[in-house]
């Protein structure tokens, strides 16, 4: 049931939490919705409809939306016909026990239903009763069943929500068969499915034409795409980043993110070889150490992380390689921890994310594994190794001071409040290389969207500040 023509538009907030993928899930929701009659507000206060899209990697990530609905209840005590919808991996996850922990909510959609929520807000409404729509469990059926439960969404693309018109995901794969003990994503998620080549270029294509000139492919496990094409051939990341670098009007490719044992030789090659592909790879390593590595079943060993790392080195010299770590798994003693300073110390990576180990009810570490480290110990971890990432950072970006670099500039910096900077006006932007660094410099707000060099003056841990080299020319040609 859509709306009518004459009928006042339904207001939607919609906050999201979590991962790349939930950031485009909810572009996706909101493209959908908009098209449905409903427009966007940023006031909660304001909104007839009220989303959250939900992540459950780490327990903050679900008490943050379950605060988030104690908060809303009065809302929906004083306008009992306010819509709120929890979707995507939460939803998945707890179901029916969010609908009675927040009796105050109308419905309940996992990540492979996201393409009913305009459906079952009108059946809520309609019926006056909660409607809820997930995906089998993983045990729930056939493989075939079970994948079919979590449809493909990639329908229409929103410029609108996305932060800025020319930078967009592609979602190449949904969810995910490696099963580390620890991670949540294959239950929510659902089995391992990469999209048709064809489908993805042509998305591109019309990304491109809606004048996005950066995509980020998406997928849990991005570098294990593998899909049979129409000719019976097996289409690949490498094969897949090769048709996608040909399209026109795109000039930056990146990809994220990538499983250690699936990062082949020719995948490397090809982001060498492909001019538009950025030499920036995200692959966790997690641990630095063989025990936790093997409870976590990562299915590598350091010695294997290593040689990846140096295959790296040797095949893409200039590229900048981020992780992953987890502190404090189940049985990480001091001696393991020390590894994963170790492996930092070792290949100095661009950055790391740091997680302190969080239990997932309905993972295999959570039940066969104790979690023995207390809080904190995590916390004092998770503290040192990034103080011994950061000063890495900090250290790898003193050799910039100088240099010249090619940025993407994407809007205002977040010390200027993202306040937006109007054309003609100037303030402090934020950009990034092609090796995914962040730079801060002043200029006027005509530069967001262009590719511009910028000659570094300092730098900070996070961020190299600079100059806009070419600020006259650019300026007077804009
Ligand atoms: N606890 C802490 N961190 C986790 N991650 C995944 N599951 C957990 C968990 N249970 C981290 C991993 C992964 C990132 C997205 O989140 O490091 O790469
Ligand atoms: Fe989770 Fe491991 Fe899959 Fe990554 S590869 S989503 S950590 S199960």
Not at 214 to 235: C, F, P, R
Not at 345 to 351: A, D, I, L, T
Request: hydrophobic share 35%; with cysteine; aromatic share 6%.
């Amino acid at each position: 049931m859509s709306s009518d023509a004459g009928s006042p538009r339904k207001k939607l907030y919609i906050e999201t939490v979590g991962c790349q993928m939930n950031l485009l899930d909810s572009e996706l929701v909101v493209g959908k919705l908009r098209h449905e009659g409903y427009e966007l507000t940023d006031d909660v206060e304001l909104a007839d409809t009220i989303l959250y899209n939900t992540c459950s990697v780490r327990q903050h990530a679900e008490d943050k939306i379950y605060s988030a609905l104690g908060r809303i209840k009065n809302i929906k005590r004083d306008r009992p016909g306010v819509s709120i919808g929890v979707l995507g991996c939460m939803a998945q996850k707890d179901q029916g026990q969010i609908l009675k922990r927040a009796p105050h909510v109308d419905v309940v959609i996992g990540p492979g239903q996201l393409g009913r929520v305009s459906e079952l807000l009108d059946a809520a409404r309609a019926e006056g009763k909660p409607q809820m729509a997930v995906s089998l469990p993983r045990t729930g059926g056939s493989r075939d069943a079970v994948t079919a439960s979590f449809a493909e969404y990639d329908p229409l693309r929103e410029p609108a929500m996305r932060p800025n018109p020319f930078q967009a995901f592609v979602r190449i794969m949904m969810g995910c068969d490696k099963f580390c003990t620890y991670c949540i994503v294959p239950s929510v998620r659902g089995p391992e499915q990469s999209r048709p080549p064809g489908a993805i270029v042509e998305e591109s294509r019309a990304l491109a034409g809606q004048g996005v000139k950066e995509i980020t492919l998406l997928g849990q496990t991005v570098n294990s795409y593998k899909h049979a094409d129409d000719d019976g051939q097996t289409v690949r990341l490498a094969e897949l980043l090769e048709r996608l670098d040909a399209i026109g009007g795109i000039e930056r490719i990146k990809f994220i993110t990538n499983y250690p044992n699936d990062m082949t030789d020719d995948l490397l090659q090809a982001v060498r070889d492909l001019p538009k592909v950025s030499r920036y790879l995200h692959v966790p390593a997690q641990s630095g150490c063989d025990d936790v590595l093997k409870r976590m079943k990562r299915g590598y060993t350091v010695e294997l992380y290593d040689d990846m790392m140096g295959r790296i080195r040797e095949i893409l010299p200039e590229a900048a390689v981020s992780s992953d770590f987890i502190v404090g798994f189940c049985g990480e003693t001091e001696a393991s921890f020390r590894k994963s300073v170790a492996m930092v110390e070792r290949w100095r990576f661009k950055n790391s994310f740091i997680f302190k180990y969080s239990p997932r009810l309905g993972t295999k570490a959570d039940t066969l594994h104790i979690d023995d480290v207390p809080e904190e110990v995590k916390r004092r971890r998770n503290n040192e190794l990034l103080a011994v990432q950061n000063a890495i950072c900090l250290e790898d970006h003193a050799r910039f001071v100088g240099q010249t670099v090619e940025i993407l500039v994407e809007g205002p910096s977040k010390s200027s409040a993202n306040r937006e900077v109007a054309p003609g006006e100037f303030g402090q932007l934020t950009g990034r290389t092609t090796c995914d660094r962040i730079v801060v410099f002043d200029g006027p707000g005509r530069l967001v969207g262009r590719t511009l060099a910028v000659e570094i003056e300092g730098v900070s841990a996070v961020t190299l500040f600079g100059r806009a080299a070419t600020l006259e020319s650019v300026g007077a040609g804009a």
